[in-house]
């Protein structure tokens, strides 16, 4: 395999252990990540679509979902009625820090085959690519993401 298999195969391993997380909460990988990117402030729905990939389409219908659960909810920008901003519930916010805990914990399993260099040069590389990665929305330098990928809405 070349360097871009092995890329390609990590991004399973990782993929397949944030949604075996997220099940443990009852929630598809796009709403955990959906919940985790709005956990801390509410986000303008047009900075979050960009920031996660997503059409504006996909992403209110991840939202849509979301919301029937009352783990999220849209509100009216008080300083421009035409933006919509998309925030956790009190029910979300709770499960949201759970599931990043979660994530925080348990997602570095996948390097736990690794001797202590290896893990300790893993996660300098990891932390190296993430941050000169553009995950920030257009107008936040907030993280968008736990400690797992962004995976798009199904």
């Given at each position: 395999?070349?360097?871009g298999d092995k890329l390609f195969w990590l991004?399973?391993?990782?993929?397949?252990?944030?949604?075996?997380?997220?099940?443990?909460f009852d929630l598809t990988p796009s709403q955990a990540t959906l919940l985790c990117a709005v956990r801390d402030e509410p986000r303008q729905m047009a900075?979050?679509?960009?920031?996660?990939?997503?059409?504006?389409n996909?992403?209110?219908?991840l939202v849509d979902r979301t919301a029937r659960r009352e783990l999220v909810g849209r509100a009216g920008s008080a300083q421009d009625r035409r933006v919509v901003m998309l925030s956790v519930t009190p029910t979300g916010k709770v499960l949201a820090e759970a599931v990043y805990a979660e994530v925080a914990k348990r997602l570095p399993e996948i390097?736990?085959?690794l001797d202590a260099d290896d893990q300790r040069d893993f996660e300098r590389v990891a932390t190296a690519i993430v941050?000169?990665?553009?995950?920030?929305?257009?107008?936040?330098?907030?993280?968008?993401t736990p400690a797992g990928p962004a995976t798009p809405a199904p």
């Open positions: 395999m070349d360097y991004s399973v391993v990782i993929q397949r252990k944030y949604a075996q997380i997220c099940a443990g900075d979050l679509a960009a920031s996660l990939g997503m059409t504006k996909a992403l209110s219908q390097a736990g085959s941050d000169t990665s553009d995950l920030s929305s257009p107008t936040s330098n907030q993280p968008i």
